[in-house]
């Protein structure tokens, strides 16, 4: 369950008297006995007046009960929930409005409007989609003239060059000048330059392309553009029942390149910088703990750790290929790097082990095993937190992301009821989801 916000929003009775204990980043006026509340990871839900959750399904957003419905998102969409918390359809929509008589007005996806009913079943269109969905599916189907586009220019060196008119921009980079022009044109399409008085920038969004960005995607361009489309065109083989598909050892592949083992944990290390920064808050360690960063890369997050909590000292274990360049590397105080297998037994013990973004790259026995290796390296009374993306147990959302683990580790996303029963298989007593203000969430769980 998301934690309320320490020192915000409390309601309170018309004497001045706080309502009940909790607090909250914000909190809603009470109607019908019933009001919405918002966590510190942005999330909200339902509340009675004694601050007791009417449901306890969170939403990304929501509005209060109108004759028995409330309006409420979640990633794919707004909708409207029944007092259960519940979905009354499995339809999304770009708006929705609170049900009169039975129906409500909605704005689809696609831009079109229509008046539903309380099954999500159209009663009538009132204006057409803005855009057909053959003209949206031929947009996903050449998506992948975007991800060359940028690998492209990334490789080429054109945010490094920028900023530039056309023609500085082809001879800085030796392109023919013309087609640097064609180049420049479908970057600002993409909304990555711009150009004022012929001269083309980079845009806020198109900086995080230039390799000198802290939290520098260009690797992720190369990433995607070069490397992964080979494991994605094995798609329909892995998905067939009966086959002898066997999935790619990416893993081994990078660890056999040195350009590309930094390359791609340079990678790893933007997204880690970019959403684990509300981690070390959300664990809420005591702060003089012995923890494991368990396929902790490159550090990023045992330095937001350390950082965050002075006296804690972490070890970081990953493999041998890795641990060498993060040796290499200017590390944070209180940081030991150890090169291990995390499949074999951990020759090192911890009042706390951290697996962040690591059973996703596994089916359910491997990732079992890493538990229980886990399991063993705790010390008594100690915790495990699970840093990953929490699928929502209905709905499509994370739906790409599951694919390309299963063509990249034959690994997966889960909801929070598999992670539930992964670490009950592994003897950990499941302890809840705490939801943070970015992608991946906080999986807590404690020894039996």
């Known amino acids: 369950m998301p934690r309320p916000w320490p020192c915000s929003w409390k309601p309170a009775t018309p004497e001045g008297v706080p309502a009940y204990d909790a ?30 959750q009417i449901h306890g399904a969170w939403f990304l957003g929501l509005d209060v009960f109108h004759k028995g419905f409330a309006r409420a998102r979640d990633e794919g969409g707004w909708m409207h929930i029944d007092a259960s918390g519940r979905p009354l359809y499995g339809q999304r929509f770009a708006a929705v409005e609170p049900f009169y008589n039975g129906q409500a007005r909605v704005e689809r996806l696609d831009g079109g409007l229509e008046v539903i009913g309380e099954t999500g079943a159209s009663v009538v269109e009132l204006r057409p989609a803005l855009k ?26 054109v945010f490094e060059a920028l900023p530039a008119t056309a023609a500085g921009l082809a001879l800085a980079c030796g392109l023919e000048p013309d087609r640097a022009r064609r180049l420049l044109r479908a970057l600002a399409e993409l909304r990555l330059v711009e150009v004022g008085d012929g001269m083309w920038r980079a845009t806020g969004r198109g900086a995080f392309l230039a390799a000198g960005h802290p939290w520098t995607l260009a690797d992720a361009a190369v990433e995607y553009g070069r490397h992964f489309p080979r494991m994605w065109e094995t798609l329909p083989r892995a998905l067939r029942a009966d086959n002898g598909w066997q999935f790619p050892d990416i893993f081994g592949e990078v660890a056999a390149d040195p350009a590309r083992v930094a390359s791609h944990h340079r990678m790893l290390a933007s997204y880690a910088l970019h959403d684990y920064d509300p981690v070390p808050a959300a664990l809420n360690l005591r702060g003089d703990e012995r923890v494991i960063d368990a396929g902790g890369g490159l550090g990023v997050l045992a330095g937001l750790l350390t950082e965050a909590y002075p006296q804690l000292r972490v070890t970081v274990l990953d493999r041998p290929e890795v641990i060498e360049r993060a040796a290499s590397e200017v590390q944070p105080d209180r940081v030991t790097f150890r090169a291990g297998d995390l499949f074999e037994p951990w020759d090192v013990q911890g009042d706390a082990v951290v697996l962040a973004r690591v059973l996703h790259d596994w089916d359910d026995d491997e990732a079992v095993r890493i538990l229980r290796n886990a399991r ?73």
């Open 23 to 52: 607090r909250w980043r914000y909190a809603g006026d009470f109607r019908d006995g019933i009001a919405v509340v918002q966590s510190d990871d942005g999330r909200s839900t339902h509340v009675d007046r004694l601050g007791a």
């Open 132 to 157: 057909s969905e053959f003209a949206t599916l031929s947009d996903d189907l050449t998506g992948f003239w975007r991800t060359q586009t940028i690998c492209a220019a990334v490789e080429l060196g």
């Open 376 to 448: 063993r390296a705790l010390r008594s009374g100690g915790l495990l937190f699970v840093l990953e993306r929490v699928l929502p147990e209905d709905g499509s959302a994370g739906g790409l992301c599951d694919l390309h683990l299963l063509t990249a580790t034959r690994g997966r996303e889960r909801t929070a009821s598999e992670f539930a029963a992964l670490l009950d298989r592994a003897g950990f007593a499941y302890g809840g989801v705490r939801r943070l203000p970015a992608l991946p969430s906080v999986l807590v769980g404690a020894v039996k």
